[in-house]
């Protein structure tokens, strides 16, 4: 969602200028922004080998197909192996970009279409200049192509947590690596994608799904507490009653004792 928000932002700036627009051959071993920061914005589409972009806070590892988006004024050191060649876009807007401070990866793997166009603008930045009223159409239809590849994205991304949260209430005793293999992801995207799409993690909105229904057998059948806690799969049922609590706000008895007033 960074992706499309950053993306939607450079589309609609009034005005952008492309600085540079090269092919890439990486024979150092590393480029450094440590000392200085970026002098402008920068979108790279790495061909082959390894770049690691290093900060003080993290390091993020770009491969071949990757997108990243280097952002003006941060502080970086790009390491390189196995001989790295990318496409890079260097240039300079007028507006508001979101507040990226680190190089960030927008797509894991670029399309056709965004690899495409990122070829035509190197190409057309070294015939007819980086400043060229081509060169910076060019960019736009790059933009163009990458915001339709974030939407797609974006769509199958909310699609599948969509997915998830079905399936966690139809069966909540799904366990976290049934429920990834069932949504064809892992648990780690899993967990990401779940917490960026619904503001919480599949294992709390199970807990919720399992409160719903607790609160609903409760004020529906006589079943004891016991035998709601086993038929929900709690640990126990001073667990459960400590889950519920926290979540309903009073025990389970009470919340049945007060639904019967």
């Known amino acids: 969602m960074v992706g499309k928000i950053l993306l939607d932002s450079l589309h609609s700036a009034w005005d952008l200028r492309v600085n540079k627009a090269i092919k890439q051959l990486w024979k150092e071993k590393k480029y450094s922004y440590l000392d200085t920061p970026r002098p402008d914005f920068g979108l790279m589409l790495l061909l082959s080998g390894r770049v690691d972009f290093v900060t003080e806070e993290k390091t993020v590892s770009a491969t071949a197909g990757s997108v990243v988006f280097l952002p003006k004024n941060c502080y970086y050191e790009a390491r390189i192996t196995d001989h790295a060649e990318d496409h890079l876009l260097c240039f300079d807007i007028?507006?508001?970009?979101?507040?990226?401070?680190?190089?960030?990866?927008?797509?894991?793997?670029?399309?056709?279409?965004?690899?495409?166009?990122?070829?035509?603008?190197v190409e057309a930045g070294y015939a007819s200049g980086a400043g060229s009223f081509k060169t910076r159409g060019l960019f736009y239809l790059l933009l163009d192509a990458m915001l339709s590849e974030a939407q797609a994205g974006e769509n199958a991304q909310a699609r599948l947590v969509k997915k998830a949260r079905t399936l966690l209430e139809e069966?909540?005793?799904?366990?976290?690596?049934?429920?990834?293999?069932?949504?064809?992801?892992?648990?780690?995207?899993?967990?990401?994608?779940?917490?960026?799409?619904t503001g919480v993690s599949p294992i709390e909105y199970r807990t919720r799904v399992k409160i719903k229904?607790?609160?609903y057998l409760l004020e529906s059948?006589?079943?004891?507490?016991?035998a709601i806690a086993a038929r929900l799969d709690f640990f126990d049922a001073a667990y459960f009653c400590?889950?519920?609590?926290?979540?309903?706000?009073?025990?389970p008895s009470a919340y049945r004792k007060n639904k019967k007033l």
Do not use: H
């Open 213 to 215: 229904q607790a609160a």
């Open 94 to 121: 007028q507006g508001t970009v979101p507040c990226i401070a680190s190089p960030t990866i927008l797509f894991e793997k670029a399309s056709l279409s965004c690899s495409e166009a990122f070829r035509s603008l």
């Open 242 to 251: 400590k889950v519920f609590r926290k979540n309903a706000g009073l025990t």
């Open 221 to 226: 059948t006589d079943l004891s507490v016991d």
């Open 171 to 197: 069966d909540p005793s799904l366990s976290m690596a049934a429920l990834a293999k069932q949504c064809a992801v892992s648990q780690s995207g899993l967990r990401r994608l779940f917490g960026e799409y």
